[in-house]
């Protein structure tokens, strides 16, 4: 018999809740320990989901990235509706890495391992993971469709009852670079898949529980309840607000109306710049993660992710724009992109819940690769991240150089020199590029690099507010500009650069938006600034 | 004239000092409340006492060993002293820059820790090594002065040095010393090559810095611990228990005091090894429970694991990455927020959450009537029948059952539950919280933890064993005989040790092998040295060589135990190959497979050279001599799988005799905590003085 809904009290659920949650964090320790992309085992750019027969999130592991909010349990969807239910079998694993049933881009592979409990289907298993490698052009950015971005993987089985495809882990092995640690990366994902599904088994087992899907309904609806009563303390209105990025050519408009009604929240991106041939394309799933990533941020921050909370929360964006764009758009640096979007989230609600929100971040990363030859004639690629400040917020200034809204560490100096011929002259505090405000936009910082090679190097970049400002809020001044140099002189970050021996790099990550009248920033914190050179 | 071994552990609360007798086997104990202002008088104090009392010589102590959280407390609190920092010409904000990560993905007001050292008191300085150990600038040593001095006239009373690529060529960094030690005799000097030698400049910062910050403080403290004990008449050399649950004299730990920072919990996971040695064939998860946290432990092989590194002074206490990254060897353990103390509450979804904030002892849990309203796990414990009301702590406490049953019956009628099923409902929440967090961090070594024993002390452990072994799968639980003083026991019972790292960067396929058995001799010298100074026989110690390697292209290291030396001179072929095979057994320990065809990297050399201490003591023998009834009494104690109350026997663990064995349900008290055993266990009095649990076969829930 069906365990009914009224069996789950406050202590069961919250029992079983907790035990499913460390099922999904046990399988990310399995993905991090295992994988070989530098992305999943320091940046965290992996998730790991379980949903319900109906493919309802009910638990995703607790560090993951938010670009992951709501992708997973929506792929597991696309599976239920692409494969049909009717042909999933005990054994059997799914798989693809399409960048609109799943997170948007290539690199990130999709594994959902249906979990049959005897005959029948009771809950999926799924993960996502940024391999190594999938193939494609190298300068990604450039790319003007998909096809040039990699191997397309569509909705299909890995592992059909229990026999792999070596069909297409024959193609995967063709069409990567590192064949090896991509199909090692997807194997410690099936592993993490294997894992859920004995945890889970052996949970309804102790549980006597026959499906999850009574104890999954009460935990959404309980989640959707609170982000409901949390979006009713928001004036009701619709909220508008519009910022330039530094785009290519041109500059491109992110435009959004946010609409609060009762208890629902409606995100509209018309007048969005349109979909660009360059792969900054930002797709409707990540569109949405970040617009629910801010709203989550704002009234529910200290809530487990799932489904229910996010239920009340709707994101249009027209078809063909920058935030919703259709096959076969070009979309691997979806987050150059997306990144801005819970800036504009922020903006609007800034107008009414204007303590509880961001100022301007310094973000999105920025990523400085150099590739080349080294002195023994290896090929060597080094590829650096950089953060800037966080914006400033009503209860603080902005952290200094902090990775926002994704979560990816630089690279040391002592390894940077170690894996390519660079010196780096001084990584740096950027004094004055904090937004003033009464809380003070966080600081950007300055890293000055030398190419010490014999051979000529090339140089690429991926930067963002060189053109435009991280916003302040509220009376707070925009946050200090992003600047490249190369041997003093600013360049071109969209182009690529030969760099010579003796050769000097400057990167200036830029500062966060600063909050609040600067007039009322306290004298302490101004004496303060003043002693500590921030200014 | 009698010989006597000496434990003493600082604690945040209370100072435990212990004597062991070595003829009888006989400990005695005593534990004060820790003086702040002074910790040095509670040791003294404590020590006068036990002397006193016990009338003992003090000239027969042949060993003291101590271990303090007085360094931590001194990170957590910033109360270390003014300190600077010196720096390659360029770099002095990597310490407050960081690794750029969050530790919570939606709390927008994060702070990052905030640096122990302001930028005001960061310098820099004109000189550069290279990646590959060359020097690209010489050190200007005026520079260095005039950097050094204008901080220590900014008040600077310590001094760290952190130098680019010093893990690999400590040459400036050991001339700034010699520089500033004649320069400026008055500042204590800290270079990065002495605590860290290890690749990751803002890592091995961090080490640095945190040492420079708290080593006037340990100077000072343990110069005058030393002084006042050689004033007692005791002629027995100071050991220091360091974090890596290894033993070092005072010279050393005042140079590198970091390295102390988690001695207290090193010394309880020692001590939880040593108790379970005899009876669990060398696999434990160590369970200390107390008011705050709980702190849960893996031991392989009768030895606590030991992580290569760990984080201090936490923003957030029990979140992971909200610390200073500290690389030192440290006995691995998980604190989390669940003690007696715990409180129970509702959240925003109406589930039931227990802690991590904590009663505390002041006002502490209802029952303990001193205004505290809100229900916490011990409130919880009593409304079940595990603890009893007329003997909690001994009887030391009045307990007032109105006011527990009041603050569980408030929250239970928010919750919409009687009284006994929120009670229940807080006991089975806290122990899912330990469950889930054990099961994580077992997980991560890639171990099952049934294959362990639960070995539970602190006063809320044993009353909390039952339940969480039976979620683990674990089938069988140790209680040690009455362990107030665990930690300090530990003390007594560890090994010297001396553990070394640094980074040399070694392809496994093709690197010089030469050069990789020079990197182990000069460790393992420089070890030789540390145990020389200290008077031991470097001849008698065993060195395990380990290494952190990875697959080429993989962010992260792996530290494995390697084959003894040498490794040159013979077929390297043969050599290569078993050390690509110690690897990648490590590897599949931990990940189940390998990569093929992947070369593998060694980053850092790293030797553990330890030394185990004479005449090995302690632990409490059980005893066969009472032949009075253990039956107190019989009372209602709370069991969901006999169906709810169930009338439950009482025993006194003082008045049980080696080789009883009995049937659960049962609750066995004695003057520090309560064993709680369900039906269908099987306890057993073993010679060890052990209380053994056996589970019955049936599944979890």
Redesign the interface.
Same mark, same amino acid.
């Given at each position: 018999m069906s365990v009914t809904r009224s069996t789950f009290d406050a202590v069961r659920l919250e029992v079983i809740w907790s035990r499913l949650i460390s099922v999904v964090d046990e399988a990310a320790k399995a993905i991090v320990r295992t994988s070989f992309s530098t992305l999943s085992n320091e940046a965290n750019d992996f998730a790991c989901v379980l949903t319900d027969a109906r493919g309802r999130s009910v638990a995703q592991n607790t560090g993951s990235i938010p670009s992951f909010i709501a992708t997973l349990p929506a792929t597991v969807r696309h599976f239920m509706e692409h494969v049909g239910v009717e042909h999933m079998r005990p054994g059997d694993v799914l798989i693809t890495n399409d960048p609109w049933m799943g997170t948007g881009h290539l690199s990130d592979v999709c594994l959902v391992k249906p979990i049959f409990l005897g005959e029948r289907l009771v809950a999926f298993a799924s993960t996502t993971s940024h391999v190594p490698d999938i193939g494609g052009r190298l300068r990604a950015i450039e790319s003007r469709q998909v096809y040039e971005e990699g191997l397309q993987i569509p909705l299909m089985k890995l592992v059909d009852a229990g026999r792999v495809d070596q069909t297409l882990v024959g193609l995967i092995r063709r069409n990567v670079r590192t064949p090896e640690q991509t199909l090692g990366d997807i194997w410690a994902q099936l592993s993490a898949n294997e894992l859920m599904e004995r945890r889970v088994l052996d949970l309804m087992r102790d549980y006597r529980l026959e499906d999850i899907e009574g104890f999954t309904g009460e935990i959404l609806d309980r989640a959707e309840r609170a982000m409901r009563a949390a979006i009713t303390e928001v004036p009701d209105g619709t909220y508008e607000y519009a910022i330039e990025t530094d785009g290519a050519d041109e500059p491109y408009r992110f435009a959004l109306a946010l609409t609060v009604d009762g208890d629902r929240i409606h995100a509209d991106f018309t007048g969005t710049s349109p979909t660009q041939p360059r792969a900054i394309n930002c797709v409707m799933a990540y569109t949405y993660a970040m617009t629910a990533y801010a709203i989550k941020c704002t009234l529910l921050p200290d809530l487990p992710n799932n489904d229910g909370m996010f239920r009340p929360i709707t994101v249009h964006a027209p078809p063909d724009t920058l935030v919703n764009p259709s096959y076969p758009a070009a979309v691997v640096a979806r987050s150059n992109t997306g990144h801005y979007v819970p800036v504009c989230v922020f903006g609007a609600l800034a107008r009414v819940l204007p303590e509880r929100v961001m100022a301007g971040a310094g973000s999105p990363l920025w990523v400085f690769t150099v590739t080349g030859l080294d002195d023994s004639g290896k090929p060597f690629a080094n590829v650096l991240f950089f953060n800037g400040g966080m914006g400033a917020t009503a209860d603080a200034d902005g952290e200094h150089c902090l990775s926002w809204p994704s979560n990816i560490s630089s690279t040391p100096v002592e390894v940077t020199e170690r894996n390519g011929p660079l010196v780096c002259h001084y990584k740096r505090l950027r004094p004055g590029s904090g937004g003033r405000g009464k809380h003070r936009g966080g600081l950007g910082q300055d890293i000055l690099f030398e190419c010490v090679s014999e051979r000529p190097l090339l140089a690429l970049f991926m930067t963002e507010r060189t053109r435009f400002r991280a916003p302040g809020l509220l009376g707070g001044e925009d946050g200090g500009i992003g600047a490249v140099e190369v041997n003093g002189v600013a360049v071109d970050t969209r182009k690529q650069h030969v760099l010579h021996k003796g050769d000097r790099v400057l990167l200036r990550t830029p500062g966060g938006g600063g909050y609040g009248d600067p007039a009322e920033r306290p004298a302490d914190l101004r004496a303060l600034d003043q002693r500590l050179g921030y200014l | 004239m009698g010989r006597y071994s000496l434990g003493i552990d600082i604690g945040g609360t209370f100072t435990d000092v212990v004597a062991h007798d070595h003829a009888s086997g006989r400990q005695v104990s005593r534990k004060i409340l820790t003086t702040h202002d002074d910790p040095a008088r509670a040791v003294l104090d404590a020590v006068d006492d036990i002397v006193r009392r016990f009338d003992l010589d003090p000239a027969g102590f042949r060993r003291v060993v101590h271990a303090t959280t007085l360094f931590t407390n001194a990170l957590i609190e910033r109360r270390g002293v003014p300190t600077g920092l010196l720096t390659t010409?360029?770099? &002095?904000?990597?310490l @407050?820059?960081?690794? @750029?990560?969050?530790y919570d993905? %939606?709390?927008?007001?994060?702070? =990052?820790p905030a640096p122990l050292v $302001?930028?005001?008191l960061r310098g820099e300085v004109t000189e550069r090594i290279?990646?590959d150990g060359r020097v690209?600038t010489p050190l200007d040593e005026a520079d260095l002065l005039a950097a050094a001095r204008a901080l220590a006239d900014a008040g600077a009373r310590s001094l760290a040095i952190v130098f /680019?690529?010093a %893990?690999l060529q400590p040459a400036h960094e050991q001339r700034a010393l010699a520089v500033l030690r004649e320069a400026l005799p008055q500042v204590a000097l800290t270079a990065s090559h002495e605590v860290a030698p290890e690749?990751?400049? %803002?890592e091995r910062g961090s080490t640095a810095v945190a040492n420079a910050y708290v080593k006037p403080l340990a100077e000072r403290y343990l110069d005058t611990l030393a002084t006042q004990i050689r004033a007692r008449g005791i002629d027995a050399d100071v050991s220091m228990m360091m974090s890596s649950g290894g033993l070092t004299h005072l010279a050393e730990a005042r140079r590198t005091p970091v390295q102390m920072l988690e001695s207290g919990p090193a010394a309880g996971a020692l001590a939880a090894a040593h108790f379970g040695a005899a009876d669990a064939g060398g696999r434990l998860l160590a369970f200390d429970m107390g008011g705050t946290t709980a702190k849960l432990s893996l031991v392989d092989d009768g030895e606590p694991l030991v992580a290569y590194g760990f984080e201090a002074a936490r923003q957030r206490r029990f979140i992971e990455n909200s610390g200073l990254p500290i690389r030192i060897s440290t006995i691995e353990l998980i604190e989390i927020g669940a003690g007696g103390g715990s409180i129970a509450h509702?959240?925003?979804?109406?589930? /039931?959450?227990v802690g991590p904030q904590s009663a505390g002892s002041e006002p502490g849990p209802a029952a303990y009537g001193r205004g505290g309203d809100a229900p916490t796990v011990t409130d919880a414990d009593f409304a079940l029948g595990y603890l009893n009301p007329d003997y909690f702590a001994g009887g030391t406490l009045a307990i007032d059952l109105d006011a527990c049953r009041a603050a569980l019956g408030a929250l239970a009628a928010r919750?919409?539950?009687d009284t006994e099923? /929120?009670a229940?409902?807080i006991h089975?929440?806290v122990d @899912?919280?330990m469950?889930?967090?054990a &099961?994580?961090h077992i997980?991560?070594r890639g171990k099952d933890p049934a294959d362990y024993a639960l070995l539970c002390t602190g006063g809320a452990g044993p009353v909390h064993a039952w339940t969480l072994a039976r979620k683990l799968g674990i089938r069988h639980i140790l209680c040690p005989p009455s362990a107030g003083v665990a930690s300090a026991l530990g003390l007594l019972v560890a090994p010297a040790r001396v553990d070394r790292v640094a980074t040399i960067?070694f392809r496994l396929v093709d690197g010089d092998l030469g050069r990789l058995e020079a990197g182990y001799r000069a460790l393992e010298a420089e070890a030789a040295a540390v145990l020389a100074e200290a008077g031991l026989d470097a001849g008698a110690a065993t060195v395990q060589r380990l290494a952190d390697g990875r697959?080429v292209?993989?962010?992260?290291d792996l530290v494995v135990s390697l084959p003894a030396g040498p490794y040159d001179g013979g077929d390297d072929t043969a050599t290569r190959a078993a050390l690509r095979a110690a690897f990648e057994a490590g590897y599949r320990e =931990? %990940?189940?497979?390998t $990569? $093929?065809?992947?070369p593998v990297e060694f980053i850092n050399v790293r030797i553990a050279v330890r030394l185990p201490i004479e005449g090995p003591p302690v632990a409490g023998p059980g005893t066969d001599a009472g032949a009075a009834d253990p039956v107190k009494g019989q009372r209602a104690v709370w069991f969901p799988e006999g169906g709810g109350f169930v009338d439950t026997v009482v025993l006194d663990r003082t008045r049980m005799r080696v080789g009883d064995v009995r049937e659960g349900p049962a609750v066995i008290e004695d003057e520090g905590s309560t064993l709680v055993v369900g039906p269908g266990g099987r306890i057993e009095v073993l010679p060890s003085g052990n209380l053994s649990v056996r589970l019955p076969g049936e599944?979890?829930?």
């Open positions: - | 010409r360029g770099f &002095r904000d990597v @407050e820059i960081g690794r @750029e990560r969050k993905l %939606y709390e927008i007001a994060i702070r =990052k $302001p930028r005001d290279g990646a690209l /680019l690529h %893990y690749l990751r400049e %803002y509702l959240d925003a979804l109406g589930l /039931l959450k919750a919409g539950l099923g /929120l229940w409902g089975d929440v @899912e919280n469950a889930s967090a &099961r994580v997980a991560e960067g697959f292209g993989q962010g992260f =931990k %990940y189940q497979r $990569p $093929p065809d992947v599944a979890a829930t």
